[in-house]
């Protein structure tokens, strides 16, 4: 999984060093949505739309229809063009280093959702191992810590551990676990968070 998204990255990335202008940006969202089949923006979407009713069966029950609603629809337009927003505002050159470094801090936030509860259907699901966040860790913060600054590193960290603090509790409440939809919701969570960090 995180091979195939490492080339999708690259070669979203090689798309904005060919043309970093509005319409090289929109051809970036674009392309990325398709290569991943849109799975995290509908993950956001379904996890809007759910949230809203009374009962975690209900809410459950509702993840599994692939539908999006009013409150759906309305997240997942904000969430692009919040996106394409935040693209815009970086210099061109750092473009293809900052859409790598947030899709890599919102993989590992994902993958430390999917640790740290359980699984909503069943508690008997796999789980990521340790070891393997523990590796992940010390690489990513090598990587942020070489394309930004102290400051910077130390405000996405923060906010992302915030992040991950707040969405945990949430979908303890809301679905009782963590299920596929607010993994991938968490990750485009993770993402934009990141994006709006590293832009200010």
Request: some cysteine.
């Amino acid at each position: 999984m995180f091979l195939s998204t490492t080339i999708i990255q690259s070669i979203c990335g090689l798309i904005l060093l060919w043309s970093t202008n509005k319409l090289g940006l929109i051809t970036y969202l674009i392309i990325r949505g398709l290569l991943t089949n849109w799975i995290h923006e509908d993950a956001i979407s379904d996890c809007s739309d759910s949230s809203t009713k009374q009962s975690v069966t209900t809410r459950l029950e509702l993840l599994k229809i692939p539908t999006i609603g009013a409150y759906g629809s309305c997240i997942l337009t904000s969430t692009i063009l919040l996106e394409y927003i935040l693209l815009s505002n970086i210099k061109t050159n750092k473009l293809p280093t900052t859409c790598t470094i947030c899709s890599s801090i919102g993989y590992f936030s994902m993958i430390c959702h999917w640790y740290l509860i359980p699984h909503a259907y069943s508690s008997q699901r796999c789980q990521p191992k340790l070891s393997n966040l523990l590796t992940w860790l010390p690489l990513l913060l090598i990587t942020i810590l070489l394309q930004t600054s102290c400051v910077q590193t130390i405000l996405l960290l923060m906010s992302n551990l915030l992040l991950l603090l707040v969405f945990n509790l949430w979908s303890l409440h809301k679905f009782g676990g963590h299920t596929g939809n607010t993994i991938g919701a968490l990750k485009k969570l993770s993402e934009i968070l990141s994006l709006i960090t590293m832009t200010n």
